[in-house]
Antibody, heavy 119, light 111 residues
Framework: QVQLVESGGGVVQPGRSLTLSCAAS????????MFWVRQPPGRGLEWVAA????????FYAYSVEGRFTISRDTFEKTLYLEMGSLKADDTAVYYC????????????WGQGALVTVSS | VVMTQSPLSLPVTLGQPASISCRSS???????????LSWFQQRPGQSPRRLIY???NRDSGVPDRFSGSGSGTDFTLKISRVEAEDVGVYYCMQGTHWPLTFGGGTTVEIK
């Protein structure tokens, strides 16, 4: 069955960097668009980034553009989110998700990884 | 594109219908003729789960008591008969325009 498993969350100081991973299994990773979505504690969902199936096209929310980078390793079937210049507002549970096309976000979701930005 | 959901909170009696509205600040009609509007359910303590895509298409395993309708800027999620397992927060999301955006959420609770 389809599985998306996030890892790499934790507590990080403001201004520092952190990289999240999402290990995919149970489907042909090479043919799906991948997404990151976050949810601050007690709040709603916010789309963060999207990456085309071949890894050539990247899209970002205005709030993270220039600080975050989405990438994928086809061989390892893993999606990444490199987060830099972290701020307190970046504190959230980060979910990875897949879709057949850009408007198809959420076909499947991971369990989420909590990132806390605090000194 | 701003997605506005109403109501914010929806107390419902078990077995009764429920309806959630979602309005977008721009038309969600894409050049291919489809509106890219999805609905998600998030039960307490769980990851979101998609229920509906492209306005009215149910995802695999979603009970048929859930239905979606609408076009352009006005969309609706209906639950024909609410069950206890339907408690949670429901979000709409538009996938037509960048950046992708979610509504603020509607909390469904049992009276």
């Amino acid at each position: 069955q389809v599985q998306l498993v996030e890892s790499g969350g934790g507590v990080v100081q403001p201004g520092r960097s952190l990289t999240l991973s999402c290990a995919a299994s149970g489907f042909n990773f090479n043919t799906y668009v991948m997404f990151w979505v976050r949810q601050p504690p007690g709040r709603g969902l916010e789309w963060v980034a999207a990456l085309s199936s071949d890894g050539t096209d990247e899209f970002y929310a205005y709030s993270v553009e220039g600080r975050f980078t989405i990438s994928r390793d086809t061989f390892e079937k893993t999606l990444y989110l490199e987060m830099g210049s972290l701020k307190a507002d970046d504190t959230a549970v980060y979910y990875c998700a897949r879709g057949r096309y850009y408007g198809d976000l959420g076909l499947d979701w991971g369990q989420g990884a909590l990132v806390t930005v605090s000194s | 594109v701003v997605m506005t959901q109403s109501p914010l909170s929806l107390p419902v009696t078990l077995g009764q219908p429920a309806s959630i509205s979602c309005r977008s600040s721009q038309s969600l009609l894409y050049s291919d003729g489809d509106d890219y509007l999805s609905w998600f359910q998030q039960r307490p303590g769980q990851s979101p789960r998609r229920l509906i895509y492209k306005v009215s298409n149910r995802d695999s395993g979603v009970p048929d008591r859930f239905s979606g309708s609408g076009s352009g800027t006005d969309f609706t999620l209906k639950i024909s008969r609410v069950e206890a397992e339907d408690v949670g927060v429901y979000y709409c999301m538009q996938g037509t325009h960048w950046p992708l955006t979610f509504g603020g959420g509607t909390t469904v609770e049992i009276k």
